[in-house]
Each structure stands twice: as C-alpha cells, then as structure tokens.
C-alpha cells in the first residue's frame, strides 16, 4: 500500500488497520511491526504519527467517541426531558455493540496507569461535560431533583467509569451487582433517578459479555 500524500487519510489507515489487529489478535499480541506489515508502511510513517501503541489506542477511543453521532442525537431530541436523556445515554453505553468492542480491546490494557488516567482525563473532559448539561437541562424541566450539575455528573461518571468497571477493579458477579444496585441508591438519594431494571439488566448482559469470562 502506497503511503497516502495526505496525513489525515495516513492516520485513518492506520487506526482502522490497528483496530482490526487489536480485536483480531488482542492489544498484547499485536506489534507496531504487525501493524507496518498490514499497512504496507514503513515503521517511520507510523511513528511520524504515533509515537506509541498506547497511542495508537487513544487516538481510536477518541475517534469513536467523536463520530458518535448517538450522543447529538439524544441532547437534541425535544421529546425527551434531562433524565429521559441521561437514561438513554447510559443504556447505549452499555448495549452499544461497537462501544463494547472497544471495551474488550480495553481489556488487556486497563491495568496500565498511563492508560487508566488517560481514560480519566477523557471521561472529565468529554463525558461529564456532557452529563452535567442533562442533569441542568433535568433541573429545569424538574425531572431531576439535583444541585451542583458539574460535580454530579464527575461523581458519577467516575464511579460507572472507574469503580463499577470489573477491567479496573476485577469482581465476581455477585459483587458487580452489589455495586451496582449501591449506585442506584445513592444517585436515586442524589435526585438523578437514572437506573432502572432496564438499565441493571443491560449491565447484567454487558458484564456476561465483556468480563465473566475474565473472572
């Protein structure tokens, strides 16, 4: 494959090919040299663009998240209220099946700290944002019974993201239920009365899917 004269089609070639590596063979097992191969590039191409696999990953995390139109879907439909929003959102999350590819390549790399506070830096910067609107939005409307949009929207983003995620911190199912049905207490006490039995029941499918196998 000839190397494409315009950078923003390189980086796309390289992000699929390394997606397609990443699922086909796992993260671990798959080189930067297996990644030339497929591509047809020199190591220096790829590396004029990435310095690292981890930032490689990134870059596809990001690029996911981006061209997800699901997320201005949702903020723009006049039918649904701030929780209506906010159940909806956090039921994709769970049942999208491209989100829990993305999640199973995560898999093998969730241990690394490098990784797991870049995660975090995303979650603050692109999804809590995006929470703390719905939550305002739900204040408004008086579907949400809530203060302080912007530090409710990191708690919980935080907790779902970090401390309910088995990839981080590894628990049975028995325990992962335990905290979950926590979480449906505190954010009902918190006025954001999000997780239903629909939503459990999706996390329910979502950790049979991506982590009982890794229990």
Same mark, same amino acid.
């Given at each position: ?12 070639? #390289?992000?699929?090919?390394?997606? *397609? %590596? ?9 080189? #930067? ?5 497929? %591509?047809?590039?020199?190591?220096? &191409?790829?590396? !004029? !663009? ?36 906010? *159940? ?13 590819? #993305? ?15 870049? !995660?975090?830096? /995303? ?17 408004? /409307? ?9 530090? &409710?929207?990191?708690? #919980? ?6 401390? %309910? ?14 905290? %979950? ?35």
């Amino acid at each position: 494959m000839a190397r494409n004269k315009y950078p923003e089609e390189t980086i796309k070639q #390289i992000l699929d090919v390394s997606f *397609k %590596l990443f699922i086909e063979k796992g993260y671990d097992q798959t080189t #930067i040299q297996d990644i030339v191969n497929n %591509l047809g590039m020199s190591k220096g &191409a790829i590396y !004029h !663009h990435f310095k690292s696999k981890e930032e490689i990953m990134n870059a596809i995390s990001k690029k996911n998240f981006e061209e997800n139109v699901f997320y201005t879907k949702i903020y723009n439909d006049p039918t649904l209220n701030g929780l209506q929003k906010i *159940k909806k959102t956090f039921i994709y999350n769970i049942a999208d099946a491209n989100k829990q590819t #993305i999640d199973n390549v995560s898999l093998s790399i969730a241990k690394n700290p490098r990784m797991v506070v870049k !995660h975090l830096e /995303d979650t603050m910067k692109y999804v809590a944002p995006m929470m703390a609107k719905f939550i305002e939005e739900g204040i408004k /409307d008086e579907s949400i019974n809530a203060i302080n949009p912007k530090v &409710a929207s990191e708690a #919980i983003m935080l907790l779902f993201n970090f401390w %309910l995620t088995p990839a981080i911190f590894m628990v049975s199912k028995e325990e992962f239920l335990d905290k %979950l049905k926590f979480l449906k207490d505190l954010t009902d006490k918190i006025g954001i009365p999000f997780i239903n039995d629909e939503f459990i029941c999706q996390c329910v499918q979502y950790y049979e899917n991506i982590f009982n196998k890794n229990v």
